[in-house]
Nanobody, 120 residues
Framework: EVQLQASGGGLVQAGGSLRLSCAAS????????IGWFRQAPEKEREGVSC????????????YYRDSVKGRFTMTSDNAETTVYLQMKSLKPEDTAVYYC?????????WGVGTLVTVSS
């Protein structure tokens, strides 16, 4: 069974930085997509960033929501089966519970989120 666990959240001041991690286990895929989503208080869940991975071809392509471009960077570590979200220049509107999700053959797997709170 695929297991995803986001961690690294916390309380930071506006303009600060935070690095989130997503530990994944329970699968042996070499061609899949993994991404970060967030849900702010009283708002719907929205996509933040996603990465398409194909280790058979050593290929990696990432996409970012317009509002986080230039501030957030997503990376992956296949050996550790971990993905990261480096967040810089955080804004109060970035406050949300952040989740990671994996997609393989149109099946989505969701993990436990981590709370990011950005104070003004």
């Amino acid at each position: 069974e695929v297991q995803l666990q986001a961690s690294g959240g916390g309380l930071v001041q506006a303009g600060g930085s935070l690095r989130l991690s997503c530990a994944a286990s329970g699968f042996d895929f070499d061609d899949y997509s993994i991404g970060w989503f967030r849900q702010a208080p009283e708002k719907e869940r929205e996509g933040v960033s996603c990465m398409n991975l194909n280790y058979r071809h050593s290929d990696s392509t990432s996409y970012y929501r317009d509002s986080v471009k230039g501030r957030f960077t997503m990376t992956s570590d296949n050996a550790e089966t971990t993905v990261y979200l480096q967040m810089k220049s955080l804004k109060p509107e970035d406050t949300a519970v952040y989740y990671c999700s994996l997609r393989r053959n149109r099946i989505d797997y969701w993990g436990v989120g981590t709370l990011v709170t950005v104070s003004s």
